[in-house]
């Protein structure tokens, strides 16, 4: 039972990390190869306040989120101007400035030796009810105009502006929302582990967060919430196939790409009304009968 | 009443001239037409006038500001919209939502607001919901309103950019190329709905356009552009008698 928790506890973290990089990546467009620097940063942080400098937990976790979005500000806002693709390789370069950092002040973070002794604090209940609190913001933010104005400016950016949408403004919102939810579930992450090392979260996981993210769905976000409980209970889940484990989910992504573009899910959303609407039809096909 | 003011702008692309020293005068109620062969600078001015790029030199005036070197969505605030030559619809958005965008600036609420989803919040949408259904039945695409862009005819699609330019309740319209791609019996149409835009929302519509019928019918003011400098201003009647004109405009379609 206590590993089925623990691999209860993992998913819902990074089904966190996944609806992060949902608002950014599927909602708005923006690839980000350095998210998994937010992640680290938020770990450290609430690892640091804790251990070295005997903060509270709950402070601990602001303090994570506050410092993940400075550090969102600080690479956001020169480089959310540029193009797509040199955003992605900034945010790459980012994350592998954040782990050298990392490193560089061992005297302070224990560098490659990790962290440890952080306390045991994220039992699966906090994770729980944070995981849910998260899916509802994202939800809600999706159906209203934020939403509407990260798919605008996902499909046309030009026209998005000449429609009197601040573009620029709107992205940097996007991304220090997208910092905050990351550096929240970081935090809570090293409370979950105890133990933190610099590579925690390479690019290769970052990318990995996008990948689920298409192939749920971009217009989505039961399909990102749905695909990320999936692979990762099942990365966890499906340990004793090894290396197997990799090649079926890489030929499973691939045959989902290839086959269905739009992602498993398409643009299909779980709502209450959706299951209204499976209830109010039943009668009428009685009627019919 | 003068609402906009174009004073001798340029913009050069690399040695290209694509527009020199190109200045004009719209009223607060006119309809006018910007006219010229392809590569005249036609779709270049129009950016120019809403933001989209900025000037190399010239000046730019809407009402009482001077919108010179501001970006596009501060024009568009200030009440000027417009519309694409190459459609450039949102497909991701469904057709009310596409319709929608235009207007999100007007909201004011916040993104703490729309996090814990406010009964403010809620209130709002369900308004700008029912603004934009007007304007969707407006221009008789209520019925599309849940479907994506993509699945429209390109009729309807040009349409559904107007009813998205409009949606703002600007000041002046922008049209670029409305025409373009229609068929004769869409076109009488698409004149008709400009004409009664215009007398009801008593806007000031600027259109970019080839086709001649169009222009000469609902425009009263006629501005004709070739290699980017402005040959020729007048009423319809005094530019089809104008001798630059023929040559460098109607001159081509007679060859036709």
Known sequence: MVFYAKVLETTLLFTMFVLSVYMLSGLTGLFSLGHGAFITIGAYTAGLATTRFGLPIWLSLILAVVVGMIGGLIIGAPTLKLRRDYFLLVTFGFGEMVRALLLWTAQLTGGAMGLAGIPYAAELPLIAVSTLVVVLFVANLKKTAFGRTCIAIRDDELAAQAMGVNVYAHKIKVFLLSAAIASYGGALLAFNMSFIEPNLFNWLESAKLIVIIFVGGINSVTGALITGIFYYSFGELFRFAHVWRDVILGLLVILVIVFRAQGVFGSWEFSPAWIRSRFHRRPARNQEA | ?256
């Open chain 2, 1 to 256: 009443m003068e609402l906009l003011r174009v004073d001798s702008i340029s913009k050069n692309f690399g040695g290209v001239a694509a527009v020199a020293d190109f200045s004009m005068s719209q009223g607060a109620a006119e309809i006018s037409a910007i006219i010229g062969p392809n590569g005249a600078g036609k779709t270049t001015t129009f950016n120019l006038i809403s933001g989209v790029q900025t000037v190399d030199k010239g000046s730019l005036r809407f009402g009482q500001s001077d919108i010179t070197r501001l970006p596009s969505h501060r024009i568009q605030a200030l009440g000027v919209s417009r519309t694409f030559q190459n459609i450039r619809l949102f497909d991701g958005l469904s057709v009310v939502d596409n319709v929608k965008i235009s207007y999100t600036p007007q909201l004011g609420y916040s993104v703490l607001d729309e996090l814990l989803s406010t009964p403010r919040v809620r209130r709002k949408e369900r308004l700008i919901e029912e603004r934009a259904m007007e304007q969707l039945a407006f221009l008789g695409l209520a019925e599309h309103a849940k479907k994506k862009p993509k699945s429209l005819s390109y009729g309807l699609r040009r349409r559904l950019e107007l009813a998205r330019a409009l949606m703002p309740e600007p000041r002046l319209l922008l049209l670029d190329e409305p025409a373009a791609g229609l068929n004769a019996a869409e076109i009488r149409e698409l004149m008709s709905t400009i004409e009664h835009i215009h007398r009801e929302k008593n806007l000031s519509v600027i259109v970019v356009e080839h086709h001649m019928e169009l222009v000469m019918n609902i425009c009263t003011r006629i501005h004709v552009m070739d290699f980017g400098r402005k040959i020729a201003e007048g009423t319809p009647q005094e530019i089809t008698r104008n001798e630059k004109v023929l040559q460098a405009y109607l001159g081509d379609m007679g060859d036709v």
